[in-house]
Each structure stands twice: as C-alpha cells, then as structure tokens.
C-alpha cells in the first residue's frame, strides 16, 4: 500500500478497502493535524478537524480530483472549512499565551514537510518564536503562510482552496511576511536574540 499513489488509495479506499484507508490516514495524519492546529491555536479543535477530515474521507461525502491540487488541497481544504466553522461557532481568537508550545506538539506530531526555513531561524527557540509570531496573523494571511510557505503549496492551488484569486493569495503572503517581521524583530526577538531575518520561507 505504501507504494501506491494518493490516488490509488482513494480509490481503493472508495471501493471499501480498509488497508487503504488506514495507508492514506498514515500518511496524511501528521499533516492535516499540524495544518489544523496551526490554522485554530487549539489543540482541541485541530483534534476534532483532524477526525472529521478522515470520517469525511471515509464516508464518501467529498470527491477528490487530482487536478485540482492533489491530496494535499484537498485534506486541508475540508480542514480549513472544518477550522473556519468551528472558530466561528466558537469565536476563537487566537493569542500567543494560548498558542500550543510548537516544540511539545512536534515531538507529538512527526514532521513530514520539507526543511526549507528562514535562514536566520535555526534554533529550536527561534522556530517557536515564528510559530507564535505566525498566531497572531488575521486568519486570512495565516492561513496563506501555512499553504504556501510551511506546506510549499503553490499559489493556484491554494487560491482555488481558500476561494480567492491567485494575486490575492500573493499580495496577502506578501503582507504576512511584511507583519511576521515586524513581529520577529519586536522585544521578544530582540530577547531570543533573532534580528536581521530575511523573508524567504518558514520552518515546519
């Protein structure tokens, strides 16, 4: 099962096949709970996201297309709405005291995404400071930096996602990075020692 493609298995999976399933939970799992957790600030709504995405995926209730972004937009595109309806419901407002600890949730959660990071953020305190930092973003830009910065998505695909044009999912990563550092070059940067940081790409 591991060697087949994320289209195989939905396939497979669709047809009843529980192996399946359980290969695309496997490999998607990790992910879709970092999105979701990262995207809410809560640990406990990133939890329920998470199963409902996989009962969602398992009851049949959504149509995967390839085409339109691969298994990644479309978990993450259940995720996001699942997230958007709950803080809504909820009215979640995220802060950095209620931030999960990011170096706590990723001994929980293994990372799965490419290493590509700010050149200045190599240390384990400085990739929290970013975390936090990534919070306190209106829901509209955080959610463009975890598409396309810590999940590499690119700007069509995530465009299509989130509903908008693609030079609107450009010019709101633009401000994102424009806020993020103005944020990491705060007191609390200057207390960890982070200055300087270039805006190229985030850290998982």
Known sequence: MTQKSDAELFAASAAGEEAAFLALYRRWQ?????????????QSIAEDVTQEVFLTLVNGKAR????????????????????????KR?????SLAREPDPEVEERRQPSSAAPDALAALTRQESVAL??????TLPVHYREVVLL??????????????????????????HRARSLLLERLRG???EKTGVSGIEPLRCLS
């Open 30 to 42: 990790a992910n879709v709970y970092r999105f979701a957790l990262r995207l809410s600030g809560s």
């Open 64 to 87: 995967f297309n390839p085409e339109l972004g691969g298994m990644a937009a479309y978990l993450y595109g259940i995720a996001r709405n699942q997230v958007l309806r709950r803080m």
């Open 90 to 94: 909820e009215r979640i407002f995220t």
């Open 130 to 135: 970013l975390h936090r930092a990534i919070a």
């Open 148 to 173: 396309c910065e810590l999940h590499e998505m690119d700007y069509a695909t995530a465009a299509r996602l989130v509903g908008c044009p693609e030079g609107t999912v450009r010019s709101r990563l």
């Open 187 to 189: 007191p609390a940067a």
